[in-house]
């Protein structure tokens, strides 16, 4: 059955801090992706990942396909990072499935 | 970088009308586009995959009677909910690709009050 895990649901934390996000998966895919959806409701694409790691200014992004997991990381967090951040899997039978997300809020 | 935009932004409509949403795809030609809605706190759900020139493919559950898709160009796809009711409320997104590459590009959302 194919699943996706994200922890945590909330977090909250103060400007700098470093921010870890996680995201599980239960069988084989193909691609996973991270999205951040703002409090207005616009969706961002950040990262799409299949093997490895991705960096983008604060933004990493790592994934292990043993472990069947990734994760997102914010360095030198700061208030308008304050969003929701979304984990969606592609699996091999084409079926994408969406992570619950994680609010962030993080405190100036 | 590829950009996605959704119109109208948001409507406020009467029960019982239909309401068309669009989406272009603006510097690129998306060969699959698909449909999401949101409800309040709560994350996003696929309504449909299409294709161009082909029928869309919805997800179980969705009614594809209610929710009609059209696909007819490489860049523009619309999303009509047909005899719109309040349960029907809803944010409404989408996104598209271009040939077989897994990054999608989102559109802004349409945010839809049925009275």
């Known amino acids: 059955k194919n699943e996706v895990e994200q922890s945590p649901q909330n977090l909250t934390a103060q400007e700098g801090e470093f921010i870890t996000i996680n995201c599980s998966y239960s069988?084989?895919?193909?691609?996973l992706h991270w999205l951040q959806q703002h409090p207005g409701g616009g969706i961002v694409s950040l990262f799409m990942?299949?093997?490895?790691?991705k960096k983008h200014g604060r933004l990493i992004a790592t994934i292990n396909i043993q472990e069947k997991h990734s994760s997102l990381h914010i360095t030198a967090s700061h208030p308008r990072d304050s969003a929701v951040y979304i984990c969606a899997v592609r699996f091999f039978n084409y079926q994408l499935i969406w992570g619950a997300g994680t609010k962030l809020i993080i405190k100036p | 970088g590829a950009v996605v935009s959704q119109h109208p932004s948001w409507v406020i409509c009467k029960s019982g009308t239909s309401v068309k949403i669009e989406c272009r795809s603006l510097?690129?030609?998306?060969?699959?586009m698909f449909w999401y809605r949101q409800f309040p706190k709560q994350s996003l759900m696929l309504m449909a995959t299409?294709?161009?020139?082909?029928?869309?493919?919805?997800e179980q559950g969705v009614e594809k009677d209610k929710f009609l898709i059209n696909h007819a160009s490489l860049t523009l796809s619309t999303l009509t909910v047909t005899s719109a009711h309040p349960e029907d409320s809803s944010f409404y997104i989408c996104?598209?690709?271009?040939?077989?590459?897994?990054?999608?590009?989102f559109g802004p959302g349409t945010r839809l009050l049925v009275l």
């Open positions: 299409s294709n161009e020139g082909s029928k869309a493919t919805y």
């Open positions: 996104s598209a690709r271009t040939g077989l590459q897994e990054t999608q590009y």
């Open positions: 990942l299949s093997s490895g790691k």
């Open positions: 510097d690129f030609q998306a060969t699959t």
């Open positions: 069988v084989g895919i193909s691609a």
